[in-house]
């Protein structure tokens, strides 16, 4: 059985720096095709994704947020670590992480999403 | 970046009725096309991907297809428990992209 967890602050203060960890059970990063993805909603409204990072260390960001976003990966520990920089009260909303769903082809991995959801973690940024 | 629009924002029915949730992609994704329920204060949880393929455990009365960009989930026979709100995602090209949902509420 899969499942993940998000842990981290729930208020940090206008221009510091917020870190998530996001641990795991169920599978391993080392695992070939394997991801992890971060989600946000602000209150009332949509998702919006982050960032991701592959087995392989890869990683792939939102280009609106990637001068701010680190995402990181200890499989030792089966944790996913996401730092954001410079936060705002706009960045104010509940943080997921989820694993990614993917199929594999021939040759390659097809990845259609975030199959399994963490709780979430509610974030208020506020001085 | 692609952007997803869905329609309509909300849509209010009764238990038994048949829903139908429309994404529009901006530019063409394939079928790379996953859909979402996510339940106040719970976390989203994933019901179709690939367009059309039901993820495990899903119940049958939910389905998806795929015309070109246009996208739709159709719940066939609502459920007191399919209130809720319903997300569209496309994972054809980064940044992945959200619909803005659409909220299932009672009539």
């Known amino acids: 059985q899969i499942t993940l967890k998000e842990s981290g602050p729930t208020l940090v203060k206008p221009t510091q720096t917020l870190t998530l960890t996001c641990t795991f059970s169920?599978?391993?990063?080392?695992?070939?095709?394997?991801?992890v993805g971060w989600i946000r909603q602000p209150p009332g409204m949509a998702l919006e994704w982050l960032a991701l990072i592959y087995w392989d260390d890869d990683k792939r960001y939102s280009p609106s947020l990637k001068s701010r976003l680190t995402i990181t990966e200890d499989s030792s520990k089966n944790q996913v670590v996401l730092t954001m920089t410079n936060m705002d009260p706009v960045d104010t909303a509940t943080y997921y992480c989820a694993s990614l769903g993917f199929v594999s082809g021939s040759s390659s991995y097809y990845y259609y999403g975030m199959d399994v959801w963490g709780q979430g973690t509610t974030v208020t940024v506020s001085s | 970046d692609i952007q997803m629009t869905q329609s309509p924002s909300s849509v209010s029915a009764s238990v038994g009725d048949r829903v139908t949730i429309t994404c529009r992609a901006s530019q063409g994704i394939s079928n790379w096309l996953a859909w979402y329920q996510q339940k106040p204060g719970k976390a989203p949880k994933l019901l179709i991907y690939?367009?059309?393929t039901l993820q495990s455990g899903v119940p049958s009365r939910f389905s998806g297809s795929a015309s070109g960009t246009d996208f739709t989930l159709t719940i066939s026979g609502l459920q007191s428990e399919d209130f809720a709100t319903y997300y569209c995602q496309q994972a054809h090209t980064f940044p992945w992209t959200f619909g803005q949902g659409t909220k299932v509420d009672f009539k």
């Open positions: 690939a367009a059309s």
């Open positions: 169920g599978f391993s990063l080392s695992t070939t095709g394997v991801g």
